[in-house]
């Protein structure tokens, strides 16, 4: 038993010595971290008492804030014209909506010219808003049932609602009408339209979104290329 304990006293011992070996080598290393410190902030202030240094930074500084605030503004600017261009959408959708609409409370087979217009820039407008590829017959089918969802149909038979279902499905699909030139055309439409302050458009009227883009059988309307001119019409 003596034997056993003087082995333990003297584990303990050589731990001990080896924790004070430790912390004594910590105690000098942190001794010459904090000569260096003090050393190098002695240095640093007697840069700083140099009035070219001064000046230096201060350029520096305010450098930093002016690129600061113009990155901001860009930053709100860039919001700004989006949130313009997702209401230049929304109106294209929703005057496309109440073409639809209309149309749906009448006794016509056909839509006129007004509702083919405000129907035509609704589906490129949802087109734009969901990704939707007018190229591609699915991408048409897509845009044509995001604007048919939500709207409504009362005072509208069930058989009427599945004749304008369709008559609307038929006028997208029809002879290709969106082909990659009227797609960019009104794409640049979008871009002029959000980069002023006028967002709520409509389709008709000498002073809607019919005056500033292409219409829809081809016609030239100011500031972009016309499209080649083609018959539409749900009659065909």
């Known amino acids: 038993m003596t034997l056993i304990d003087a082995d333990a006293v ?41 009035p070219e240094y001064n000046d230096a930074a201060k350029i520096v500084k305010a450098r930093k804030e002016q690129e600061a605030r113009l990155a901001e503004e860009v930053k709100r600017d860039e919001q700004a014209r989006e949130n313009r261009r997702q209401s230049v959408l929304d109106s294209l959708v929703a005057n496309g909506k109440d073409s639809l ?16 217009k405000s129907i035509y820039y609704g589906i490129m407008a949802i087109a734009q808003k969901f990704g939707f590829d007018l190229c591609t017959k ?3 089918s897509s845009a044509v049932r995001k604007l048919l969802e939500g709207l409504s149909w009362n005072g509208c038979t069930n058989f009427l609602m599945e004749c304008v279902t369709n008559w609307s499905k038929l006028f997208a699909e029809n002879n290709n009408m969106y082909d990659s ?56």
């Not at 942190?30 to 008492?49: A, F, H, P, V």
């Not at 609409?101 to 016509?108: E, G, I, K, N, P």
């Open 101 to 116: 609409r209309s149309f749906a409370l009448t006794d016509r087979i056909d839509f006129n010219e007004q509702e083919a």
């Open 181 to 236: 030139h009227a797609i960019n055309n009104f794409i640049c439409f979008i871009d002029y339209m959000s980069c002023s302050s006028k967002t709520n458009v409509t389709t008709g009227g000498s002073n809607g979104c019919a005056d500033q883009l292409t219409n829809w059988e081809g016609t030239q309307k100011i500031g972009l290329e016309a499209l080649p001119k083609k018959k539409r019409g749900m009659s065909q």
């Open 10 to 50: 003297d584990r303990l011992q050589t731990a001990k010595n080896a924790e004070t070996t430790r912390a004594d080598k910590a105690e000098s290393e942190l001794r010459g971290l904090q000569s260096d410190y003090e050393r190098l902030s002695y240095k640093w202030n007697e840069i700083w008492k140099e």
């Open 138 to 140: 699915n991408g048409v």
